[in-house]
T-cell receptor, first 112, second 113 residues
Framework: GQQLNQSPQSMFIQEGEDVSMNCTSS?????WLWYKQEPGEGPVLLIA?????ELTSNGRLTAQFGITRKDSFLNISASIPSDVGIYFC????????????FGSGTQLTVLP | IAGITQAPTSQILAAGRRMTLRCTQD?????MYWYRQDLGLGLRLIHY???????GKGEVPDGYSVSRANTDDFPLTLASAVPSQTSVYFC????????????FGQGTRLTVV
């Protein structure tokens, strides 16, 4: 099946710092999504990207759909304690049954 | 509050037993999905349904079955549970098949012993 490599697996940062995480795929994707999951909850959609090169922001979050269509990154600026959680990328590749493939997640810890 | 409701929240199940995880949405979404989440593996699609009356296999369908008799309900059945099916199960829905899975349920934590 299709594979998504998400990195880093975990991050420990100081409050106020910026964060960057990324995903790469072995196939061309036509959709990239970023989700956040908090303990005991289901994933919540943060940002959706549908076009190569697209750059989209949601508050302090910014995500980009790579030009090659095989990668995407998520940046979080000026991190705060409530940013703690697991961040997942997900992609939908051309030719699939329109289903999503998820990355393995980035565990973010924000230290006060 | 509109959304997705999963039941039960958690369950401990003896191996070999049959179990149905329930999922109901009240958003009139056409498409629904079942994922399992295991540490280090992200979410993997088990089965999906793009519209009532149709279902399809995802990445890890073996040992699971689903039905979609109406728009709102999408139960997942384990016919004979095995320990490797210990996982957290998430139901999700989207307005149309192939669109963003914008809504996830709270999850069902299943332990097979």
């Amino acid at each position: 099946g299709q594979q998504l490599n998400q990195s880093p697996q975990s991050m420990f940062i100081q409050e106020g710092e910026d964060v960057s995480m990324n995903c790469t795929s072995s196939s061309i994707f036509n959709t990239w999504l970023w989700y956040k999951q908090e303990p005991g909850e289901g994933p919540v959609l943060l940002i959706a990207l549908y076009k190569a090169g697209e750059l989209t922001s949601n508050g302090r979050l910014t995500a980009q759909f790579g030009i090659t269509r095989k990668d995407s990154f998520l940046n979080i600026s000026a991190s705060i304690p409530s940013d703690v959680g697991i961040y997942f990328c997900a992609g939908r590749f051309s030719g699939s049954a329109r289903q999503l493939t998820f990355g393995s997640g980035t565990q973010l810890t924000v230290l006060p | 509050i509109a959304g997705i409701t999963q039941a039960p929240t958690s369950q401990i199940l003896a191996a070999g037993r049959r179990m149905t995880l329930r999922c109901t949405q009240d958003m009139r979404h056409n498409a629904m999905y079942w994922y399992r989440q295991d540490l280090g593996l992200g979410l993997r699609l088990i089965h999906y349904s793009n519209t009532a009356g149709t279902t399809g296999k995802g990445e890890v369908p073996d040992g699971y079955s689903v039905s979609r008799a109406n728009t709102d309900d999408f139960p997942l059945t384990l016919a004979s549970a095995v320990p490797s099916q210990t996982s957290v199960y998430f139901c999700a829905s989207s307005a149309r098949g192939g669109q963003t899975e914008a809504f996830f349920g709270q999850g069902t934590r299943l332990t097979v012993v």
